[in-house]
């Protein structure tokens, strides 16, 4: 069994290095929890999708979902400890020495190079987990629509969500006909 | 503080998309409160994207900090994750229940397509920040492009060891950009 404590310094190692958002943390978990075999990919890839639909920042939620699910209710809090105390120790040197902590030209050349490395993260993290998501012609077309209503109509995520919401439902109720009938 | 508690506590309950939702939830909060102007408020978001950590847990904590220090810092961050305990638990136990049932299946088929979408989305918006400028005519940064492609192979070459190559994305940066 996974211990308390594993569960608290995976995730503050999580916190630690997300930059620039929660989908930019998948990468990192699914290389820290995935590959040490605590979790399954077809069990994180459930997680983050509940994580982007239930309220709350991405990187919480599936901090509780993992916690959960290896440790229950102290697997959850121990997770998301370990997640937002990087942000809590951070944050509050900054704020308590430096007010133009970004105008700096050192740290936004530093910021620039670590936005690029999360470019390449992202880059995989779209292959690695559209392999497993995208499974035929149709779900492709799907998440292309997705893209675009996103891109060129900047549709809030939440609306994007609640539309495959929809669109499974339907999906769902004809095939239900389907067995109905037969 | 019961105030700066409630206050992210319903700006946990409605950011339902992640941190970007956040932002301005948090933002007509604080600002039409007057706890904190609306100039300190964008050099705190920037200061919140810039440094580790997901993006709202940052901004909350910079604004429980301005306001009653250590504590306050606390009460905002732990505000702001109470709700997603409370829902994303309940979540976790109902998936448990129904992951197999037809309508289960139906809707995480479709949000997982929607979230390689957005994935996308977030890639192509970052790379257009970074390297492609679109605003007027396509202008390449060349410097950027060739940093892009060096860190690359390094993340190829250790691909066990993502953190170290965030690192040198930084001390990179701070000597090319």
């Known amino acids: ?182 | 503080m019961i105030m700066l508690l409630l206050v992210f506590m319903y700006v946990g309950l409605f950011t339902i998309g992640g941190g970007m939702v956040a932002i301005p939830l948090i933002l007509q909060e604080v600002v039409s409160r007057g706890w904190i102007s609306e100039a300190t408020f964008y050099s705190m978001v920037a200061i919140a994207q810039s440094t580790p950590g997901p993006v709202g847990i940052n901004v909350a904590t910079y604004v429980g900090f301005e306001m009653y220090g250590i504590p306050g810092a606390l009460i905002a961050s732990i505000g702001f994750v109470l709700p997603s305990f409370v829902i994303v638990s309940t979540l976790a136990s109902l998936l448990r229940k129904y992951r197999s049932s037809n309508l289960v299946i139906h809707w995480f088929l479709y949000i997982k397509a929607a979230i390689i979408g957005l994935i996308g989305y977030t890639l192509f918006k970052m790379t257009q920040v970074i390297v492609f400028h679109t605003d007027t005519y396509l202008h390449v940064e060349w410097k950027e492009l060739a940093l892009l492609g060096a860190l690359s192979i390094l993340f190829y070459l250790l691909r066990k060891k993502p953190w170290l190559v965030i690192i040198m994305g930084a001390v990179l940066g701070m000597i090319f950009l």
């Open chain 1, 1 to 182: 069994m996974v211990s308390i404590l594993q569960i608290f310094l995976v995730f503050l190692k999580i916190g630690a290095f997300t930059f620039g958002g929660g989908l930019a943390m998948i990468p990192v978990i699914k290389r820290e929890i995935v590959d040490k075999g605590w979790i399954n990919e077809d069990e994180l890839s459930d997680y983050i999708a509940v994580g982007q639909t239930a309220p709350g920042m991405i990187a919480v939620n599936i901090a509780i979902l993992v916690g959960t699910h290896l440790r229950k209710w102290k697997g959850a809090v121990a997770a998301v400890l370990g997640v937002i105390l990087p942000s809590l120790v951070v944050i509050t040197v900054i704020a308590s020495f430096l007010s133009e902590f970004d105008s700096i030209p050192l740290v936004q050349a530093a910021l620039k190079g670590i936005m690029l490395v999360v470019v390449i993260l992202l880059a995989f993290a779209l292959f690695d987990i559209g392999k497993k998501a995208i499974t035929n012609v149709y779900l492709l077309a799907y998440a292309l629509v997705c893209f675009s209503l996103l891109y060129f109509f900047s549709i809030p995520t939440s609306l994007v969500i609640l539309f495959s919401v929809l669109v499974g439902s339907v999906h769902a109720y004809i095939v239900y006909r389907k067995q109905v009938k037969k």
